[in-house]
């Protein structure tokens, strides 16, 4: 069953964390190093996402992170290792 717009909005008590819009998201990663942990979390949550979506296999398995989130992960490893 589909949800309106307006009706899910008016849910509220949404878990997790706090929503972090795409556009913020794409103007942290031109400094990854200065990525807020909301961005990071949120960047953390789409490459998960990204890999069940890769994991269906066909044309979904073609579909990849910016160059730009990669390395903002990949700085994110290497600072938490």
């Known amino acids: ?20 819009s795409l556009a913020e998201l794409r103007r942290s990663l031109a400094c990854p190093s200065l990525l807020s942990d909301g961005n990071r979390r949120r960047l ?8 069940r979506v890769q994991a269906l296999g066909d044309e979904y398995d073609r579909v990849v992170l910016s160059e730009h989130a990669v390395a903002a992960l990949r700085d994110q490893a290497v600072s938490t290792a």
Request: charged fraction near 10%; glycine fraction near 10%.
């Open 44 to 51: 953390l949550e789409l490459a998960q996402c990204l890999q």
């Open 1 to 20: 069953m589909l949800i309106p717009q307006t009706a899910q909005h008016e849910l509220g008590g949404r878990q997790g964390s706090p929503p972090v």
